[in-house]
């Protein structure tokens, strides 16, 4: 089987999707530019090809140039190795051509979104979807680390925060380390911290605190959201039930099942790298 199949990537399957992460793809070019030609070629698509799987669904005459319904559906199975990313919607004649974006992801069920638009006069509506299709040799799986297993290992196995949620790390990394190959190798990246857990009130003042900063690296429109999401109650649920490691506890921990691998500091963040070999041994270890 295809060495790339035998990577494991993330140790949680079941690791909380974080609408932040859409918001790295945001792209300056695209939405600060003048004309809808220029906003295309910022995304690659200069020359877009119609697409029979693309509808748009628009009043040919609107009573109200303010606001026109705009519904857009994409044909998707909106699987994980199969969905639609992002769609882009565009006008010709508006003075910002790239009028909104939607994210999508597998959990949107289906690649519908609706919206009303300001249009300014007579003009062509242009709908740019972006998909994100698996490679061939590489399968998805959403699945409790604690009950996954494959009988013939994995050459590399990575993560990257997401084991501070699972209630008793030293089993996971004992799981983990049974899923790797002989001689493979591990990558695992978690947030530390000084204490356990980090107060609701601290995490909505940090993101109060960082809105002017969101409002110029991002636009009003997008701080506002982020804004917003990151002082949701369900969000701050999901916060509360981190638990942080220090550094100290970290590499305690994590040497008692890989010991002899290498820490490295990486801000807020920490890592182990590490191979394994015929003289690495586990030690046991209770719940830090």
Request: positive net charge; glycine residues 6%.
């Amino acid at each position: 089987m295809n060495r790339i199949r035998r990577i494991l990537l993330g140790a949680l399957a079941a690791a909380v999707l974080k609408p932040l992460a859409a918001l790295a793809a945001w792209n300056k070019e695209a939405f600060g530019a003048k004309s809808a030609p220029d906003a295309l070629r910022s995304l690659d698509a200069a020359n877009p090809a119609p697409s029979k799987d693309l509808v748009i669904e628009a009043p040919q005459i609107a009573e109200n140039g303010n606001s026109v319904p705009l519904k857009i559906a994409v044909e998707s199975p909106m699987s994980a190795a199969d969905h639609v990313k992002t769609i882009f919607i565009f006008s010709e004649r508006n003075p910002v051509p790239n009028v909104v974006r939607f994210h999508l992801g597998p959990r949107s069920g289906a690649a519908r979104v609706q919206t009303s638009i300001r249009l300014a006069g007579t003009q062509k509506v242009i709908a740019i979807a972006r998909l994100r299709r698996s490679r061939p040799n590489i399968e998805y799986r959403v699945q409790d680390l604690r009950s996954f297993h494959d009988a013939e290992g994995f050459d590399l196995i990575f993560s990257s925060t997401t084991l501070h949620h699972v209630p008793d790390l030293p089993a996971a990394l004992t799981h983990v380390r049974g899923l790797l190959k002989p001689h493979g190798r591990i990558v695992l990246i978690d947030n530390v911290a000084p204490r356990p857990t980090v107060a609701r009130w601290r995490h909505i003042a940090g993101a109060v605190q960082r809105f002017p900063d969101d409002v110029l690296r991002l636009g009003r429109r997008d701080a506002a959201w982020l804004l917003k999401f990151q002082i949701s109650g369900p969000w701050l649920d999901h916060l509360a039930s981190d638990r942080f490691l220090n550094r100290k506890e970290f590499e305690r921990i994590y040497d008692s099942v890989f010991p002899g691998g290498r820490f490295v500091r990486l801000g807020y963040l920490h890592a182990l790298l590490w191979q394994d070999s015929p003289a690495n041994t586990v030690a046991g270890i209770g719940e830090a």
